[in-house]
């Protein structure tokens, strides 16, 4: 499963990556979100590539078999803007940390419990 043109530029690297080095035949589907395509890898025999954080996030609650791509591929950034009036908005301070946890440290779900996260926003 491969992204879709709807997806973000980074879907479009990997998935130029992917079909260099696959048989179109090889292909079973499109998606525009690395979550649709962990769905559909879980209730069919297909195999779907993500990001290492969301793989190990969602492997056990759909029942799925994680491993390294076997096919280079190129780094996924990310980054996060917001307007300073929103700098120290308690909701908005939580949604940048999750996003934060999910997204920047490799392989591992977050370490942020909620009394942390309360004691960051209370600062």
Same mark, same amino acid.
């Given at each position: 499963?491969?992204?879709?043109?709807?997806?973000?530029?980074?879907?479009?690297?990997?998935?130029?990556?992917?079909?260099?080095?696959?048989?179109?035949?090889?292909?079973?589907?499109?998606?525009?979100?690395?979550?649709?395509?962990?769905?559909?890898?879980?209730?069919?025999?297909?195999?779907?590539?993500?990001?290492?954080?969301?793989?190990?996030?969602?492997?056990?609650?759909?029942?799925?078999?994680?491993? $390294?791509?076997?096919?280079? =591929?190129?780094?996924?950034?990310?980054?996060?803007?917001?307007?300073?009036?929103?700098? $120290?908005?308690?909701?908005?301070?939580? =949604?940048?940390?999750?996003?934060?946890? =999910?997204?920047?440290?490799?392989? $591992?779900?977050?370490?942020?419990?909620?009394?942390?996260?309360?004691?960051?926003?209370?600062?």
């Amino acid at each position: 499963m491969t992204a879709s043109d709807t997806g973000h530029a980074a879907h479009q690297m990997v998935q130029d990556a992917l079909e260099a080095a696959l048989a179109p035949e090889q292909v079973l589907l499109r998606l525009p979100s690395f979550v649709a395509a962990a769905l559909v890898a879980s209730r069919t025999d297909g195999v779907a590539t993500l990001p290492a954080n969301l793989a190990m996030f969602v492997a056990e609650q759909l029942g799925l078999a994680t491993f $390294r791509c076997p096919i280079p =591929l190129p780094p996924i950034e990310i980054a996060q803007y917001w307007h300073e009036r929103y700098q $120290r908005d308690p909701g908005h301070l939580w =949604l940048r940390h999750v996003c934060f946890d =999910l997204f920047a440290r490799p392989a $591992r779900v977050s370490s942020l419990g909620k009394g942390s996260l309360m004691q960051e926003i209370n600062r």
